[in-house]
């Protein structure tokens, strides 16, 4: 039995326990979460929800499966078309795109199945920067040959997710930053890039919120902000009007989210006992988390943060591995833009971040998120297998 499993699941079994964990840890979690959004929707009716719900997280684990199963390497040219396909997929969701969240998100096909384009986007920058890293490794710190040609697709992919989801290009932008710095490109060259775009993102939100007439999704930045600042006063210096307009604005969602972390103590509540799903919004997306601590407590938290983590650690594992070469890059990039997002999901369930409509990978109810992070993952694991293997080979040609 062991040499068959060995043979259908090969590479990395560590990481493969992670996936197996983070998906029946999803299947608890939304199964729970979805109690008042099945009984609007679907008539009460929870075990429909978690066929469903199911059903995305085997399409999920069949991306992982499929993705390990090729050479690692063959991946470098296919992110590298997915990365020219994706540009013109960001335009059409920008302009024709349907609404999700009071934003446009997503691309219907047919109208019977909707993905996000920037779930895709995500995966095949990371793959094109790795692509193009290894390939430059020779003149990497030279401003025109390596700095330029690796920080333009970065800015383009970055500037038509921005408009419609500010923490989306953020997560990318950051994860982008740290795999250049990781690729040897020269940080004064990084941080001077850096402050230039904050400062024209800061100009940006200055002039729309002086000038503009219509504020669209800048607006909503702002007020998020304004609430989690708000958020850190005493309530003994507001009165019971400002509390009570700010529970009918945007911070309600992250006060439900507090109590319901307050609520769940060490050990939780159990499984099934939650009580803020019935206020929370989105509580089997967004914030899933605040939910999972509710039911089971700290512990249920801190294990949930702890199977991420080992996720970064085996990724850097894998490139420590592989220095220098598209494996190392590529498996780093894609863990570290996958445990960032869940770093920021949790950090907005406990009040530590304002909040951001970013799902938790592998948990959340979604499902072109399920199936673009199991995508990701099974890359992972694709690199992995290839760490005992002696040959090393020449990456820079089979890439």
Not at 67 to 77: D, E, F, N, P
Not at 79 to 95: D, H
Not at 212 to 233: E, N, P
Not at 271 to 292: C, E, K, M, W
Request: contains cysteine.
């Amino acid at each position: 039995m062991m040499k068959l499993f060995n043979k259908l699941f090969q590479g990395d079994k560590v990481i493969w326990m992670v996936v197996i964990l983070l998906a029946l840890s999803s299947l608890l979690a939304v199964y729970s979460a979805t109690g008042t959004f099945a009984n609007t929707k679907h008539h009460g009716s929870n075990t429909f929800v978690l066929l469903s719900h199911a059903a995305k997280i085997l399409v999920g684990l069949g991306a992982v499966y499929i993705a390990h199963l090729s050479k690692y390497t063959y991946y470098s040219r296919l992110l590298w078309l997915f990365f020219f396909i994706s540009i013109p997929l960001l335009i059409y969701t920008l302009i024709g795109g349907s609404n999700l969240n009071e934003a446009q998100r997503t691309i219907s096909v047919f109208g019977l199945i909707s993905f996000q384009s920037s779930d895709f986007a995500k995966v095949a920058l990371i793959g094109y920067i790795a692509r193009e890293l290894t390939l430059r490794q020779d003149n990497i710190k030279d401003f025109k040959t390596a700095f330029v040609p690796l920080m333009l697709p970065v800015l383009i992919i970055v500037a038509l997710i921005f408009p419609e989801n500010f923490s989306t290009a953020g997560i990318l932008f950051a994860s982008c930053m740290v795999l250049l710095f990781v690729g040897r490109i020269n940080m004064k060259y990084l941080m001077t890039f850096f402050a230039i775009v904050f400062v024209a993102m800061t100009m940006y939100i200055l002039i729309v919120m002086n000038f503009a007439t219509d504020k669209g999704r800048t607006g909503v930045w702002v007020q998020r902000i304004v609430s989690y600042v708000g958020s850190f006063k005493d309530d003994e210096t507001r009165d019971a009007a400002e509390i009570a307009k700010q529970e009918n604005e945007e911070d309600f969602q992250i006060i439900q989210s507090k109590i319901a972390v307050a609520s769940g103590g060490i050990i939780g509540k159990g499984p099934g006992r939650s009580t803020q799903r019935n206020f929370l919004p989105h509580p089997y997306s967004d914030f899933v988390y605040a939910i999972i601590l509710e039911e089971y407590g700290l512990a249920g938290g801190v294990f949930i943060l702890m199977l991420y983590m080992i996720l970064l650690f085996r990724a850097v594992s894998i490139m420590a591995a592989r220095p220098q070469s598209f494996g190392g890059f590529l498996a780093f990039g894609l863990a570290f833009m996958i445990v960032m997002q869940a770093m920021i999901n949790m950090g907005v369930a406990v009040g530590l971040l304002p909040v951001t409509g970013q799902p938790l990978p592998m948990i959340s109810m979604g499902g072109s998120s399920m199936l673009m992070t199991g995508f990701a993952i099974g890359i992972i694991i694709s690199i992995s297998k290839d760490i005992n293997n002696k040959e090393k080979g020449d990456e820079l040609t089979t890439t």
